[in-house]
């Protein structure tokens, strides 16, 4: 008795004879089954690249098995959608691949790319871009020509994500005339390098020196920063991030108090990693712009300001500041910063908002790894802990720990728990956790987590512990 299996793996196979007859007379739906086929020879698949039908060449253009030789055919097809998916091919199979090779592979891929790289459709250059964008292993020639492009489509997710270009290059886009976005692409980057930043400023570009400012990570100099402060008064797009800057300085803390409204003047009070000094001036100027009528209802504007603004202890208050309901040596009753007399209201310490969002989210089954970006991106902190706590399945104490004592690798650790990606874990470290970029755990150059599981599940179990004996 035969085997029906084996029977169908012979009726499935085609002998040479007539992969031949097939490819030079069959049908369409024969041809562009052949195409499809991964037990076709090469030379079979090099004749249906130059098929007539522009849906047998698609097949072709997806093939894996497809020689590269027909792929650079494809590559300057006329149909549109042969390029594009020659392209998404392409892309993904290049990435890795070694340049000191140099193997006859090698060349006609990259030539193939060049090719793709400068296609007069737009659609086939994103696909690229989209690739290579965030890849450590892209082949830095043809990235570097994608963040050329004229097109903000194509060019910007490269000049913001990739992690091939190196400073000289993006300080040469910059002093350029680089296309209209390219500049605020830049300021995106993460741990931007100081003399980038230098460059963006010098550009007089308002959009992205604004976007600079709110780059948490970007490295920007003492001597920078007090020019943006110089030019400030007339920029009010740079308020709100100046007030958000990590690492101020007394006095750039000092002048951005002078210059911005209200409830922006409220938000820098309320930032507790800032040192007694700068604290001081910001009391100073508020007293001062007080005193002359500049500013007015900051008690309403200091409690609502509790309702979105995470607070942390450390804040003394100032002699203008003190309730009489206390006397000037009363000791603060919570973690936040005691309100000064022109904000007698209470203030609330717990955004539950937050809390129960991510919550809610997590119940449906669909708290993910974006979610924990974008609260990244609003400053939306009990969000991120509370997310982070559920991911990984640990108390949210455990991501307070982390976060407060500035532990890169338990940070990592955490995220990695949560399933999360090592470029989101670089992110939380800068922006949850304030750590310097010079300080912060990168990805491999596979994109992957940096240190091994075994060591991961110790640093968990370790601030674990930590968390639980306070």
Known sequence: MSDPQFENELIDEISYDDQKRMAREGSHNERCDLAGREDVRPEILYYLAGDPDPGVRRQIARNDITPRHADLMLAQDDDDRVRSDVAGKIATTSIGMNEDDQTNVYKVTMQALEILAGDQLVRVRQILAESFKDSSGAPLHIVEKLALDREITVSGPILELSPVLGDEFLIRVLNSEPVQGALKAISRRVALGEEVADAIVNSGDAEAVAELLGNESAQIREETLDRIVDQAPGQPGWHGPLVQRPRLHTDAARRIADIVSGSLLVELKKRADLDDDSMAAIDSVIQQRLDGGEIEDLAELWSNAADRLETTG???????????????????????????EWANSETEVADTEQTRRAEKLNKKGKLAENHVASALNDGETDFVITAMSLLA????????????????KALVALAWKAGLSMRLATR????????????VMRATASDGYPISPEEMTWQLEFIAGMAAGE
Do not use: C, F
Request: charged share 20%.
């Open 393 to 408: 399945e640990v108390s949210p104490d455990v991501v307070r720990k982390a976060a407060s004592l500035q532990n890169a």
């Open 314 to 340: 450390g804040v003394e208050d100032p002699n203008w500041a003190k309730s009489s309901k206390d006397g000037p040596g009363r000791t603060p009753t919570s973690s936040a910063p005691a309100d000064p």
């Open 428 to 439: 939380l470290q800068m922006n949850l956790a304030k750590i310097p970029p010079s300080g």
